[in-house]
């Protein structure tokens, strides 16, 4: 199963329809939010972007969990796990966590196969054992480069792709 992997969107839609667009086009099945969506419009975009399962835990700038929680209540697809995800996806064990700290150690667990974080806006990839540590990066852009993660339960290889126009 393909995933695909975002966070840090601090509402920047623009960015995240493109992003949405190319994990379409990549064929992901799966999306993981990594928190910091801010406000209930941008999962509204997510929900609408991405027919396949959506799985979203909050960040510290995802303030309304009232309204946010509404809004994923409109769309079955989309479920909400709070600060911290543990997810069975197609046989491999992932852990799903806003805040890159917490990420990296978690990958040092030995009980996952990959664990994926954001929070710190920078893009990358780690390797303990064979679980595979990955922050996408952000959406937003603010750092001067959008980017997503994708991650293969098949295959346990994942990486990092920038926004393609």
């Known amino acids: 199963m393909k995933l695909a992997v975002i966070s840090d969107i601090h509402d920047n839609v623009w960015k995240l329809s493109g992003v949405l667009a190319n994990i379409r086009e990549d064929g992901a099945q799966t999306l993981i939010v990594c928190g910091d969506l801010c406000a209930p419009f941008t999962l509204q975009t997510i929900a609408e972007g991405f027919t396949g399962p959506i799985e979203v835990v909050f960040g510290n700038n995802d303030g309304d969990h009232f309204l946010l929680t509404r809004v994923a209540g409109r ?3 989309v479920t909400l796990h709070g600060q911290y995800a543990e997810l069975k996806l197609d046989g491999a064990l992932v852990a799903v ?3 890159s700290e917490i990420g990296r ?3 040092t667990a ?3 196969a990959a664990v994926f974080y954001g929070h710190s806006h920078r893009a990358e990839t780690v ?4 679980c595979l540590g990955l922050n996408p ?5 603010r750092l001067g480069r959008s980017s997503y993660g994708w991650y293969d339960t098949a295959s ?3 990486g990092i792709h920038d926004l393609r126009d």
């Open 156 to 158: 346990g290889e994942g």
């Open 137 to 141: 990066g952000e959406v937003m852009g």
């Open 105 to 107: 150690r978690l990958t």
């Open 97 to 99: 966590t806003h805040y």
């Open 110 to 112: 030995g009980a996952f």
């Open 75 to 77: 769309h079955p697809h």
């Open 127 to 130: 390797r303990h054992g064979s």
